[in-house]
């Protein structure tokens, strides 16, 4: 591509980018205001409203909730998902289960939480309700990611390791799980990211027990704004995004080295 | 000892699949189940859905709908054209962007929207610099919904677009630059060809999404939130009237039913490479 058209296109996606990024960055800057209300530009500029959060039990309860159903979910998503993924990819029949396991994308999750919130009757107020609707609503991604990664693994080498006497099981573990590693472990920090963000289904599925984070943040939003919403906001926005570096990096280690 | 492993396979492929199948079925079909059996206990709710307030919001819906993937897929070709020819570094950098809004929580995200776009925000201050005394109105109505579920779903036509792009070779560009071709020619002819799976993809995934989409819609969206799921919420919590809200998720359902059935020949479109 010549010069100018590099430029070009530059100057066409940077302006893009820029307005993508914005709604974000507000609500940085917003985290540092100093005052009681959210003004822009922030009048003071402190951290008290990290410290607040940071401390006080009305952010941090939600804090570990948030964390402690995303760890459920990444387990139970891990655990069913992965080899579902897997087999998808290393086989070519079958891939019409594929439309069934990417439901819970197309099915809008509102419709979802309404369901299972009638569904699921008195057992919605267990510990195990939301974990496992976030499990389902990470699901699709899961999948795919894997069957995606499966597909690189030459057949040849399964099946001389099934000649050789190799069970299914076994050469799965010695051959396609050391080459696809990389994406097992950001598929399995997908379901992470996705649960600690999730915000319908928690918010029609949780208790006022086990409220999460985008629950608390509703709520302060809905009844008392206050810059300590902004600080919670960006402490979320900075781990989500690290997580997301994590996770591309892993994948993308593991496409280098395959020149996919 | 080849028909063998042959013929285990298919067995085994099931096998490791069912816990999936069964989680995702039992709970989306669980779910779509108890909706039905609330509906079909007084099936003269259905009416509902003909009432002229529905209408309104489901013409709202679609309009809403069709904007934000024109907006996505606009957007979402120029970026993932950057993406195609970016170098190592522009590359990461625009992959974290378009990926970012899609790991933040959708409730901040909307919030900042609905800050910036406020009566006396950000938005009305820029205007004012320039002595416009009512900037145009960008709260509540659909335009500020489209912008916000653009926002959102942008990656969604990215990703497709560029994946897509990949399939065009550097030399079949350069073999094009070689013989003399104007770079309006390489777009037209090879660029866009090449991307149009990854649009088709990205337009069908966008439109589904925002079909059911629901945080925008109720925090930009205004009294009705001009969208279903909107409405749907405002059944269940304003009006208390859950036989209600269970009709129209399920016709929102309904309405969904079309992708669900599409969406393996979709995926099938994003793979097949030359």
């Known amino acids: ?260 | 000892m080849l028909e063998r492993i042959r013929s285990t396979l298919p067995l085994t492929t099931l096998l490791w699949c069912s816990a999936g199948l069964v989680i995702t079925g039992l709970l989306v079909g669980g779910a779509i189940v108890a909706l039905a059996t609330r509906v079909l206990d007084q099936p003269s709710e259905l009416k509902i859905i003909f009432s002229p307030s529905v209408q309104a919001v489901l013409i709202d819906t679609l309009a809403i709908c069709v904007g934000t993937t024109l907006v996505t897929v606009s957007v979402g070709f120029i970026l993932g054209v950057a993406l195609r020819f970016a170098g190592i570094k522009s590359l990461w950098l625009i992959l974290g962007v378009v990926l970012f809004p899609l790991v933040t929580d959708q409730i901040i995200r909307n919030y900042a929207f609905y800050f910036l776009f406020q009566d006396g925000g950000v938005w009305a201050s820029l205007f004012g610099l320039f002595g416009v005394a009512r900037p145009p109105q960008i709260l509540y109505t659909r335009t500020g919904v489209v912008l916000g579920i653009s926002h959102g779903l942008l990656a969604l036509s990215v990703l497709p677009v560029w994946l897509s792009l990949q399939r065009l070779s550097d030399s079949e560009l350069r073999a094009a630059q070689v013989h003399g071709a104007r770079p309006l020619h390489v777009l037209r002819d090879l660029v866009v060809p090449a991307s149009l799976p990854g649009v088709v993809v990205g337009a069908f995934f966008t439109f589904v999404l925002t079909l059911g989409y629901y945080v925008t819609p109720k925090m930009l969206g205004g009294r009705s939130g001009l969208m279903i799921a909107a409405l749907i919420d405002q059944y269940i919590n304003n009006l208390g009237d859950r036989l209600g809200a269970a009709v129209l998720s399920l016709l929102l359902f309904g309405l969904c039913l079309p992708f669900i059935a599409l969406t393996p020949y979709m995926l099938n479109l994003l793979e097949r490479r030359t």
């Not at chain 1, 980018?17 to 540092?32: E, K, N, R």
């Not at chain 1, 006022?208 to 919670?232: E, I, M």
Request: charged share 10%; aromatic share 10%; with cysteine.
């Open chain 1, 1 to 260: 591509m010549k010069r100018w058209e590099l430029r070009a296109l530059k100057g066409v996606s940077v302006p893009i980018l820029l307005a993508i990024l914005a709604p974000m960055g507000v609500i940085v800057v917003l985290s540092f205001c100093g005052g009681d209300t959210l003004t822009f530009p922030p009048q003071n500029w402190s951290l008290r409203w990290y410290e607040a959060v940071l401390t006080r039990s009305e952010w941090l309860r939600p804090i570990m909730n948030s964390l402690q159903v995303a760890t459920t979910a990444t387990i139970i998503s891990a655990v069913v998902y992965i080899p579902a993924g897997i087999v998808l990819g290393l086989r070519q029949r079958f891939q019409w289960l594929l439309g069934v396991f990417v439901l819970p994308f197309v099915v809008p999750p509102l419709v979802l939480a309404i369901g299972l919130y009638e569904g699921l009757g008195a057992l919605r107020n267990t510990f195990w309700a939301l974990p496992l609707s976030h499990a389902i609503f990470a699901s699709p991604v899961v999948v795919l990611v894997l069957r995606n990664a499966a597909q690189t693994i030459e057949a040849e080498g399964l099946r001389a390791a099934r000649i050789h006497g190799a069970t299914f099981f076994q050469a799965v573990r010695g051959i396609v799980i050391p080459q696809i590693a990389p994406s097992m472990a950001a598929s399995a920090l997908i379901p992470f990211l996705l649960s600690l963000n999730e915000p319908i289904l928690s918010l029609y599925l949780s208790t006022p027990w086990n409220q999460t984070l985008p629950v608390k943040v509703w709520s302060s939003l809905r009844f008392n704004v206050s810059p300590a919403t902004a600080a919670v906001g960006t402490i979320s926005m900075v781990f989500s995004g690290l997580l997301l570096a994590v996770i591309v990096r892993l994948i993308s280690l593991e496409r280098i080295d395959k020149h996919v």
